[in-house]
T-cell receptor
C-alpha cells in the first residue's frame, strides 16, 4: 500500500521568511495530493491540492510542486506570518478507490 | 451552510466498553470518511461511506465498524475498548465519491479510555 513520508517533523522560521515542507510517496498510482493545515485544537482544513497532471500550483503565498518521477511533492509558504503556525499534513491517494494516506505532519512555528 | 458536526465532543469510557460516535455531514454531501488521530500514529484512515455503502476500509481491527444512513449521517462503533483506542476521532464529508472532492472535517470526538 501507499506510504507517505514527510520532512521535516518540526520547522521554525522567522516571520517573513519562507518555509518548505517535503513529502515523498511510494505508490506510483497516486495522482491526487492535498495539503491540510491543523491549528492547535482545531480541525484539519484543506489549504491547497495538486493533481498528477500538473507540476505546480499557486494560491497567493502558498504553492505546491509535484515531481512524479521522483515521487515527491512540496509545500512552499512565502512571507510567513505568525498565523501560519500550525501542523501541516500532506496526503496521497490514487484513483483506484484507495483511501487517503497522510504524512506524519510538520509542526511549523513562525517566530515574530 | 452548517459545517460537519460530531457528537459527542468528548467521551470517557473504560476498557471493555463499547462506544458509538456520530457524524452529520454538510448538507448535500454524500460521502463520509472517518479518521483516528493520535500523537504517535498521526492521522489514520478508518473507513469511508458513500450512499450507505462502505467503499474503503483502513487497517483497523474488526472492533471498529461503521454505517451510514439514508440522510448521509454516519456512525462509527468501537467495541471492547482498549487503552490504545484513546484518540481524536475525526470525520470528514465530501460532495461525492470523487477523490478530488474537498474533504471538510468535523471538530472531532476526543475519546479517552481508562
Amino acid at each position: 500500500g501507499e506510504n507517505v513520508e514527510q520532512h521535516p517533523s518540526t520547522l521554525s522560521v522567522q516571520e517573513g521568511d519562507s518555509a518548505v515542507i517535503k513529502c515523498t510517496y511510494s505508490d506510483s498510482a497516486s495522482n491526487y495530493f492535498p495539503w491540510y493545515k491543523q491549528e492547535l485544537g482545531k480541525r484539519p482544513q484543506l489549504i491547497i491540492d495538486i493533481r498528477s497532471n500538473v507540476g505546480e500550483k499557486k494560491d497567493q503565498r502558498i504553492a505546491v510542486t509535484l515531481n512524479k518521477t521522483a515521487k515527491h511533492f512540496s509545500l512552499h509558504i512565502t512571507e510567513t506570518q505568525p498565523e501560519d503556525s500550525a501542523v501541516y499534513f500532506c496526503a496521497a491517494i490514487s484513483n483506484y478507490g484507495q483511501n487517503f494516506v497522510f504524512g506524519p505532519g510538520t509542526r511549523l512555528s513562525v517566530l515574530p | 451552510k452548517a459545517g460537519v458536526t460530531q457528537t459527542p465532543r468528548y467521551l470517557i469510557k473504560t476498557r471493555g466498553q463499547q462506544v458509538t460516535l456520530s457524524c452529520s455531514p454538510i448538507s448535500g454531501h454524500r460521502s463520509v470518511s472517518w479518521y483516528q488521530q493520535t500523537p504517535g500514529q498521526g492521522l489514520q484512515f478508518l473507513f469511508e461511506y458513500f450512499s450507505e455503502t462502505q467503499r474503503n476500509k483502513g487497517n483497523f481491527p474488526g472492533r471498529f465498524s461503521g454505517r451510514q444512513f439514508s440522510n448521509s449521517r454516519s456512525e462509527m462503533n468501537v467495541s471492547t475498548l482498549e487503552l490504545g483506542d484513546s484518540a481524536l476521532y475525526l470525520c470528514a464529508s465530501s460532495l461525492s465519491n470523487k477523490i478530488t472532492d474537498t474533504q471538510y472535517f468535523g471538530p472531532g470526538t476526543r475519546l479517552t479510555v481508562l
